[in-house]
T-cell receptor, first 116, second 117 residues
Framework: AQSVSQHNHHVILSEAASLELGCNYSYGGTVNLFWYVQYPGQHLQLLLKYFSGDPLVKGIKGFEAEFIKSKFSFNLRKPSVQWSDTAEYFCAVNPYSGGGADGLTFGKGTHLIIQP | DAMVIQNPRYQVTQFGKPVTLSCSQTLNHNVMYWYQQKSSQAPKLLFHYYDKDFNNEADTPDNFQSRRPNTSFCFLDIRSPGLGDAAMYLC????????????????FGDGTRLSIL
């Protein structure tokens, strides 16, 4: 079974600071990788995804993530954060099984607070 | 413009009293998922429907059941809720076109927060 580890449970940054949230997964096969964001009082929303191809993927709101296969990592980055980025961020994976429709395995989440 | 709708947002039930949570979708997605998220923990997959096929996770308690009467609706039934079942329950949908298609991103509802008295 796969697992996902997010290294930082709480991160506090000032506006305009750069952000990097770590995510590592364990699974021996091909995986699809996702970052989801949950703003206060709202549902989980997709930030970006990686299926194949260019390991550097760009998502909404200036976020990007880099898939490093050798490190089993999929870290999320943003060069300059804004107060509105305050939210819970979840890394998630699901295996590419071909035949089935697989659920997501989530990390525990990182609570990001941006101070004005 | 809600596309995955969960009702109710908050549900209170008594210990041992059956409860049903509802999820509907306007996306016409063929896969629907139920996740349980306890406080400060990651969402955990309980089961999913791929079209009409029910797929239960190995560690989902027998107390949890699901029904999908049609494409748009999916229900989570908890037959005898215990205090440990208090959690946020998330419904999600995705589209799977067929064998070999990647698992497309999932769309989540707002969740139902279940409290047990």
């Amino acid at each position: 079974a796969q697992s996902v580890s997010q290294h930082n449970h709480h991160v506090i940054l000032s506006e305009a600071a750069s952000l990097e949230l770590g995510c590592n997964y364990s699974y021996g096969g091909t995986v699809n990788l996702f970052w989801y964001v949950q703003y206060p009082g709202q549902h989980l929303q997709l930030l970006l995804k990686y299926f194949s191809g260019d390991p550097l993927v760009k998502g909404i709101k200036g976020f990007e993530a880099e898939f490093i296969k050798s490190k089993f990592s999929f870290n999320l980055r943003k060069p300059s954060v804004q107060w509105s980025d305050t939210a819970e961020y979840f890394c998630a994976v699901n295996p590419y099984s071909g035949g089935g429709a697989d659920g997501l395995t989530f990390g525990k989440g990182t609570h990001l607070i941006i101070q004005p | 413009d809600a596309m995955v709708i969960q009702n109710p947002r908050y549900q209170v039930t008594q210990f041992g009293k059956p409860v049903t949570l509802s999820c509907s979708q306007t996306l016409n997605h063929n896969v629907m998922y139920w996740y349980q998220q306890k406080s400060s923990q990651a969402p955990k997959l309980l089961f999913h429907y791929y079209d009409k096929d029910f797929n239960n996770e190995a560690d989902t308690p027998d107390n949890f059941q699901s029904r999908r009467p049609n494409t748009s609706f999916c229900f989570l039934d908890i037959r005898s809720p215990g205090l440990g079942d208090a959690a946020m329950y998330l419904c999600a949908t995705s589209r799977k076109r067929g064998w070999g298609d990647s698992n497309q991103p999932q769309h989540f509802g707002d969740g139902t927060r279940l409290s047990i008295l």
